[in-house]
């Protein structure tokens, strides 16, 4: 496993951290599948997961000194891509544990796709968004494209992309594409309160809200109409089920366990 990602576990909550700040964590492609082994391997036992970075940056995106052999001048990036980042991002929708990211400084490229992926993003007021990519002559990776059209409509995504400028974290806030904005020295407090409150919750149906959540995003009405009910019935099969009932009528708390 690279050594450029920490694995810091609280109870049910693990934390992973991209830990290169000589680089603000630039990512790698072997740190890209490092990480996504890390998030199969740590949704086996944590109830949720936070992703983080340090106090300069989440990530300042791909490692572009790694990425290019001594006197090239190209590469095929989209190789890169299908190898690594592709797998990593598919590995984040599909994980069966919910998802924060704590974003502190930087979170540019490739490193704000990954970030903009989680399920709860929790950024610091000084933090911003950067899709760096033009001023390179690339186009937006790590499914970009269509996690910021989702996130905050076409047109502003565009200007995203086009203009490659900066995003502070307020103005991010107020076109929705994070979901809490936190003081710089309280974002990963912020982020590990959010990820035991969910540790705590009922896991089976996380993971199945996760997944219709996803397809959702992707499907018609009807087809949405479809999936939610095939999870709903796995969901009335669960101990989660069973137990929030329970608890319902006996007017208690429940107790997922």
């Known amino acids: 496993m690279s050594d450029h990602i920490l694995v810091e576990k609280q109870g049910p909550v693990t934390v992973l951290r ?28 944590a109830r949720a997961i936070i992703l983080a970075g340090n106090e300069r940056a989440f990530s300042s995106g791909a490692n ?19 190898e690594h980042y592709n797998p990593l991002m598919e590995t984040i929708r599909d994980l069966p544990v919910p998802l924060i990211s704590a974003v502190r400084g930087a979170a540019a490229g490739v490193g704000a796709s990954i970030s903009l992926a989680c399920d709860i993003i929790v950024a610091g007021k000084s933090a911003y968004f950067l899709e760096a ?6 186009i937006p990776d790590g499914g970009a494209t269509w996690l910021l059209t989702r996130a905050v409509g ?30 710089d020295d309280a974002v990963e407090s912020t982020a ?49 089920f069973a137990e929030g009932v329970a608890a319902f009528l006996e007017k208690r708390p429940a107790n997922f366990g």
Request: charge should be negative.
């Open 133 to 138: 990519f033009a001023r390179i002559g690339l």
């Open 192 to 240: 590990m309160a959010l990820a035991e409150r969910l540790a705590a919750g009922p896991s089976q149906s996380y993971a199945l809200i996760r997944k219709a959540a996803w397809s959702a995003a992707d499907s018609d009405f009807s087809s949405t109409l479809a999936t939610e009910r095939e999870l709903q019935r796995q969901a009335g099969l669960t101990d989660n």
């Open 64 to 82: 572009l000194k790694s990425a290019m052999p001594t006197g090239r001048t190209s590469l095929d990036a989209g190789k890169t891509l299908e």
């Open 18 to 45: 991209l830990n290169d700040p000589g680089s603000m964590n630039a990512m790698t492609g072997e740190m890209a599948t490092d990480l996504r082994k890390l998030l199969q391997s740590e949704s086996e036992t």
């Open 154 to 183: 076409r047109v502003r995504a565009m200007e995203m992309m086009l203009l490659a400028e900066k995003i502070p974290a307020p103005q991010a806030m107020e076109w929705g594409l994070i979901t809490r904005l936190a003081e």
